[in-house]
């Protein structure tokens, strides 16, 4: 970097630490560009420090709990849990800052500098940071924009931290609650509905009208996993007209409502960078937006907001940054609800390939089926396969059930291979494996299933 009177001239400014943009910084680093990450908060984003660890970390912890009512099936008396949220806080907590540190420490070995501070443009190529002790401002030769998104407050219901939660202040809770209200129909509303059941607490989930529940999955799923919610005693409203005026009386509520774009503070305009109908930022698939010497990645950008994506774009962006050959074009991008049971997807729905013009064929196998599956106590859930009736490829995979989240990944692997259900048929797996379950479906879709009538 060299220091003028005015600027200092960077190679690439990174603004957001997060999954898309610290991941971007250690790529461009890699690649031999001198890299500034600028961020307020510790690097990690909300997915690390506020969202999708802390969650799994309760949603575990939560789980753990429950599974001990099950121990006497197998023959083992174990006392009442006694729950200690502070603890169980002060444990989730302790993930999040091994993680990242573990991140700072990367950025420091590649050699990036990680500002603490706000950034903005000034104009095409320049950026303008606000940090506690003064302002510094940067010529870059390019940006990355990488600042997330941030949750849509339900008309009426604006956050407060107090009575209405947003998933990330629902998830560090000290004490509690006699009672929830979660108002959603996404994943995120699921998980949070399941962690505070499965910790005893009376929670209703409220389902606005015109949605169902996981939209984002199969309809099965959906129908599958309201049922399980009832089982751990919650509370399920369909069809709610009303949320706001449905929540008047409860004690603390959820919402769960989608995102916004943070470009409201980053003035876009300055830098020509255009933005959609929605205020999130368009890109091509280089991940360059209007302004070729800046790029965005991650939630900002519109696409599913998962981290996973955010981690792809900011390598595909960083690569682009480097001459490298690069695009973001992925065939396959699974999702995950960390529910229970767990469920995951990828590809095509039946009811989507059909509208897509494809003649589908399916295959169902029932995980009481899978001898795995009923020695972890964790018979329920299914494993469904859809393919091209034409030539047997694969377009999609449904599975709901214990480690979906880890089955899902050879999946995914098989349709950016492009491969057929006899591939999927003729593959070993390990016996006894949860595994066999989504083999075993590629045959029930051949017609050649042998554990199930």
């Given at each position: 970097?060299v220091?003028?009177?005015?600027a200092?001239t960077v ?5 957001g630490?997060?999954p898309?943009?610290?991941v ?8 031999g560009k001198?890299?500034?990450l600028v961020?307020?908060?510790p ?8 969202g ?7 949603l575990?912890?939560?789980d753990q ?8 099936e ?9 729950i ?6 002060a ?5 999040v800052?091994r ?10 070995y ?6 603490e501070?706000i950034?903005f443009f ?5 950026v ?30 604006d956050?407060?931290?107090e009575?209405?939660l947003t ?12 009672s929830?209200a979660v108002?959603?129909?996404?994943y ?5 509905a399941?962690i505070?059941?499965k910790?005893?607490?009376d929670?209703?989930l409220?389902?606005?009208e ?10 099965t799923v ?7 919610l009832?089982?751990?005693?919650v509370?399920?409203e369909?069809k709610?007209?009303d949320p706001?005026?449905?929540?008047e009386?409860a ?13 409201g503070?980053?003035h ?8 959609n109908?929605?205020g ?5 698939d280089r991940?360059?937006t209007?302004n070729?010497a800046i ?5 900002v ?7 996973m ?14 001459g490298r050959p ?9 999702r ?13 729905s039946a009811?989507?390939?059909e509208?897509l ?5 399916t ?5 009481p089926?899978n001898?795995?599956a009923?020695?972890?106590n964790?018979g329920?859930?299914?494993?469904l396969?859809?393919?091209d ?9 449904t ?10 990944g050879?999946?995914a ?6 491969a ?9 797996h390990p016996?006894?494996s ?13 017609g050649?299933?042998?554990?199930i009538?």
């Open positions: 970097m220091v003028g009177d005015l200092t190679d690439v400014i990174i603004l630490a997060g898309g943009g610290y971007a910084a250690l790529r461009a680093a890699q690649l001198e890299v500034v961020d307020p908060g690097p990690g984003g909300v997915c690390l420090i506020e999708c660890i802390p969650a799994k970390a309760l575990n912890a939560a709990v429950w599974q001990l009512a099950k121990l006497g197998m023959g083992i008396t174990a006392g009442e849990a006694q200690d949220l502070k603890k169980m806080q444990w989730k907590e302790g993930i800052k993680l990242s540190n573990g991140v700072r420490q990367l950025l420091d590649r050699k990036v500098e990680l500002v501070g950034g000034i104009n095409e190529n320049e303008r940071v606000e940090a506690e002790y003064g302002t510094k401002r940067y010529l870059f030769e390019h940006c990355i924009i990488a600042v997330g998104a941030e949750p849509t407050p339900w008309p009426g219901l956050f407060d931290n009575h209405i998933p990330s202040q629902a998830l560090s809770l000290s004490e509690l609650p006699e929830l108002i959603g129909a996404d995120i509303a699921a998980e949070l399941t505070y059941a910790l005893g607490v929670v209703r409220l389902v606005p015109g949605q169902h529940l996981l939209n984002e999955f199969d309809p959906g129908r599958q996993l309201q049922t399980r009832k089982k751990l005693g509370k399920i369909s709610v007209a706001a005026k449905a929540v009386e004690a603390q509520v959820i919402v769960s409502n989608g995102l916004t774009p943070r470009t503070n980053l876009l305009d300055e830098a020509g960078v255009n933005l109908e929605c999130f930022i368009i890109v091509n991940m360059q209007s070729p790029y965005a990645v991650g939630d950008t519109g696409e599913p907001a998962l981290a994506v955010a981690f792809k774009q900011g390598k595909v962006a960083a690569e682009c940054i480097a690069a695009q973001y074009a992925p065939q396959a991008v699974p995950v609800a960390w529910t229970d049971p767990q469920v995951a997807t990828v590809g095509l009811a989507e390939a509208a013009g494809y003649k589908v064929m295959g169902r196998f029932p995980l089926a001898g795995r009923l020695t972890l964790a329920e859930g299914f494993v396969t859809v393919a009736k034409d030539n047997e490829v694969l377009l999609g995979v599975i709901v059930g214990a480690q979906a989240d880890s089955l899902i050879e999946a692997l098989a349709l950016e291979m492009g057929t259900l006899t591939d999927l048929a003729e593959t070993l016996h006894p949860l595994g066999e379950a989504l083999m075993e479906s590629a045959e029930a879709a051949l050649l299933a042998v554990n009538k």
